[in-house]
């Protein structure tokens, strides 16, 4: 029996992670205009805070403290990309493909700043824009363009491999990267994943079952455990044979 094996909450970590990720799926029809970038900008043209708008600077506040764990437990994008997979032939490669996504933040960033300056700024906070009663999905034109938008996220993480969508193209990711840098420049305690080299027996488990594609061998044999692609879902710690990677609240 290894370590893992024997340890028994770790297993029951993933089987935890995987039904939070379905339960934010099965509420997409009412929580999808509360993390939507599209809502966010029609909010944005009439001077209103969305909901979207206060989930995106929730999230860059989260992450001074917990990186992308949103995009790893939470996100619904994730969760859909994650139920997918068992049909993606690959996880997404390291490469050039990762920065698209800072072009994307920054085009929708500088449309959002200047949709802001134009409206005269935000005049009022509306947590519920955009929805009937709360609830998101309250037409079959919704639904239709909801579906639309998932179907993009299927074909790029079809064609990039599992967590393509999170790792190529997501604007809201960026957001969270750039909080994690503001902290790791003053580096106060903050949830990230720590290692034990010395217990590493370069199986490569660890980086074989990344969704995000990362070479987790490479960063424990490094030493170097921070990566800004990493969404903490804790997939290497839970399948390491050898109990060498958890988390761990740090200053590095
Ligand atoms: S490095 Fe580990 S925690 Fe980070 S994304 Fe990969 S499997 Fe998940
Ligand atoms: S799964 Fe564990 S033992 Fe295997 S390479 Fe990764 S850290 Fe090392």
């Known amino acids: 029996m290894t370590e893992n094996e024997s ?8 089987t935890l992670r995987k039904w939070i990720l379905i339960v934010s799926f099965l509420l997409i029809p009412v929580t999808i205009f509360y993390i939507s970038p599209i809502v966010l900008m029609m909010g944005a043209a009439e001077g209103i805070a969305s909901g979207s708008m206060i989930l995106l600077i ?5 992450s001074f403290f917990v990186a992308r764990l949103w995009c790893g437990w939470l996100c619904p994008m994730g969760a859909w990309q994650e139920i997918c997979s068992p049909v993606m032939k690959h996880t997404v490669q390291e490469g050039w493909r990762k920065y698209i996504k800072y072009g994307i933040a920054a085009l929708w960033l500088g449309a959002l700043a200047l949709t ?19 609830i998101s999905i309250s037409s079959p034109d919704v639904l239709v ?14 064609l ?4 393509g969508f999170c790792n190529v193209l997501c604007p809201m990711a960026v957001v969270m990267i750039a909080g994690r840098k503001i902290r790791n420049l003053v580096r106060w305690p903050a949830l990230g994943l720590s290692a034990d080299a ?13 969704p995000m594609g990362l070479d987790v061998n490479g960063m424990v044999r490094s030493g170097e455990m921070e990566n800004a692609d990493c969404i903490l879902c804790a997939n290497c710690a839970d399948t390491c044979p050898k109990g060498a990677i958890d988390y761990g609240m740090g200053r590095q």
Do not use: H, M, W
Not at 7 to 14: D, E, F, I, M, T
Not at 58 to 62: C, H, M, T, W
Not at 145 to 158: D, E, G, K, Q, R
């Open 198 to 210: 010395s217990c590493c027996i370069d199986c490569k488990k660890c980086s074989k079952e990344c």
């Open 116 to 134: 802001l300056v134009t409206a005269g700024g935000f005049r009022s906070v509306d947590p519920f824009y955009g929805t009937v009663n709360g």
């Open 160 to 163: 990039t491999g599992r967590r």
């Open 7 to 14: 340890n028994k909450p770790a297993l029951s970590r993933q």
């Open 145 to 158: 363009i909801v579906l639309v938008i998932f179907a993009i996220i299927f074909v790029t993480a079809f």
């Open 58 to 62: 929730l999230l860059f506040i989260l």
